[in-house]
């Protein structure tokens, strides 16, 4: 799929609510960001927005030196920014904050445009690609416009076309890199059926020792979730709870998910 258009749909939406949010006296706190203001949830993006720029733009190939904050290109005033160690941040949206965000969030969309997908870089991940910065950021993008919206009671779902394939980067890249950063047990053939009411979407995972098995559904799992291909990537990110969507199926092997795949 196109990334872009995506990234840029939802940066901009992004960007509406959390203007939205600097005309209230305090910065709203984010409820599915626990301990998080959206001031605090502004700075995390745009961090993450410069960090990723930076791999791409120079091309890196291993993991920059993490104690050079250069590449954030803070402006000379930052006074009114939420610091991370006081979050949650209460004091009111500084526009010097939310321009920075902005102006962060286009110059990671050009790079994207300019860039080839299979240009080599740095990425925590098995794939070391461009490519894999665009499809995440873009998830990730959409994500955190699901957060700020839904701090102000006005989340609007994932598009469905996205939905479905973060659905699917859960499996290919989030699950098997979350087993890796946090301690998760082996798994027992524990075996997890996706359906999407709102699409064609049919997955199935299964956790064989240390693997993440992940393929077309062939057939009943231990356990089936159902429903919209938002609802089902809001669940696996953790944003919404299990009463959302529909379960069928053994409720010890459901519950396991989240330590067979442990949140970071």
Excluded at 115 to 129: K, L
Aim: aromatic residues 10%; charged residues 25%.
């Amino acid at each position: 799929m196109d990334y872009v258009p995506q990234f840029r749909r939802d940066a901009l939406a992004f960007e509406a609510a959390i203007r939205r949010a600097a005309d209230a006296e305090a910065a709203p706190l984010v409820p599915s960001c626990p301990g998080w203001s959206v001031a605090d949830l502004v700075v995390h993006l745009g961090g993450v927005h410069r960090y990723v720029a930076r791999l791409i733009r120079e091309r890196l190939v291993e993991a920059p030196d993490h104690t050079d904050l250069s590449f954030l290109e803070l402006p000379a005033d930052t006074e009114g920014w939420p610091r991370p160690e006081d979050a949650p941040s209460h004091a009111p949206l500084p526009a010097s904050l939310i321009d920075w965000f902005t102006a962060g969030a286009v110059a990671l969309e050009s790079l994207f445009e300019r860039s080839s997908p299979d240009d080599t870089v740095w990425t925590w991940s098995r794939e070391q690609t461009t490519g894999f910065w665009v499809r995440m950021q873009s998830i990730e993008m959409a994500v955190h416009r699901w957060d700020a919206e839904n701090a102000l009671a006005a989340a609007r779902p994932i598009d469905a076309v996205l939905a479905a394939d973060a659905v699917a980067q859960t499996f290919e890249v989030m699950a098997p890199g979350r087993r890796v950063m946090r301690p998760a047990p082996p798994g027992a053939g524990e075996r997890f059926r996706f359906r999407q009411t709102d699409g064609a979407g049919d997955w199935t995972v299964r956790f064989e020792g240390d693997e993440v098995r992940f393929g077309e559904s062939d057939g009943p799992g231990d356990v089936e979730l159902a429903g919209s291909a938002s609802d089902l990537m809001l669940y696996l990110w953790q944003r919404i709870p299990a009463d959302r969507i529909e379960v069928k199926g053994d409720r010890e092997v459901f519950d396991r998910w989240f330590t067979l795949v442990p949140p970071v």
